[in-house]
């Protein structure tokens, strides 16, 4: 499982967290203050694929908010993560149709194939898996989404070839998205 490392003091990301103060600064200045802490988690979000420690102390400075308060909001929020995602976010939907139709064992094999469990990444980085009530798709289910790719009627035996396009598009250098 990949842990939340401490963001590495490079150019690239003293650039990423002045974006954040600049936007924060302009938030402020515009006398616009509310939904500005939401705002700055997602400007973090966004910038970082996660909301780093860090992100959290400039956050908490900028706007004189207890770091508390915005370690509360980050983990509350279902869009917020406080570790780095996987390039490949797996969800399987555990919802009613979902589960009746199966959805347990899927996960059951995306736990085994993959050597995770929810919540967790694999130590490439590659894929991380979690669950989610439902994707609105219950007519097809069960159903499994990778990034932005919905799986409908799902099988387990479905689930190696599906992971192995993945890794191959990964390794010849392809775009994330670029399977369909």
């Known amino acids: 499982m990949r ?3 401490q963001v590495k003091n490079t150019a690239v990301n003293k650039k990423m967290f002045q ?3 600049e936007f924060i600064e302009k938030k402020l ?3 616009n203050n509310e939904g500005i802490l939401m705002a700055a988690l997602h400007k973090a979000q966004d910038t970082f694929g996660y909301i780093p420690k860090e992100a959290m102390e400039l956050i908490s400075k900028k706007l004189d908010v207890p770091q508390a308060h915005i ?8 869009y917020f ?5 996987a390039k490949y976010r797996i969800c399987v939907c555990k ?3 979902c589960y009746v139709a199966g959805g347990a064992r899927i996960l059951s094999k995306l736990k085994k194939e993959l050597r995770i469990s929810e919540g967790e990444s694999t130590s490439d980085g590659l894929f991380s898996l ?3 009530r439902c994707l609105g798709c219950c007519g097809l289910s069960p159903v499994m989404q990778i990034n932005d790719k919905i799986y409908v009627r799902m ?3 479905k689930i190696p070839a599906i992971l192995s396009k993945y890794r191959k598009i990964s390794s010849q250098g392809g775009a994330k998205d670029k399977l369909r």
Do not use: H, R, W
């Open 19 to 21: 974006g954040i103060e």
């Open 3 to 5: 842990k939340n490392k």
């Open 130 to 132: 979690d669950i989610t």
């Open 95 to 97: 919802g009613t149709a």
């Open 81 to 85: 993560s406080l570790t780095p995602k």
């Open 29 to 31: 200045a515009s006398n």
């Open 155 to 157: 099988v387990p035996e």
């Open 71 to 78: 370690y509360g909001m980050a983990t509350f929020y279902n």
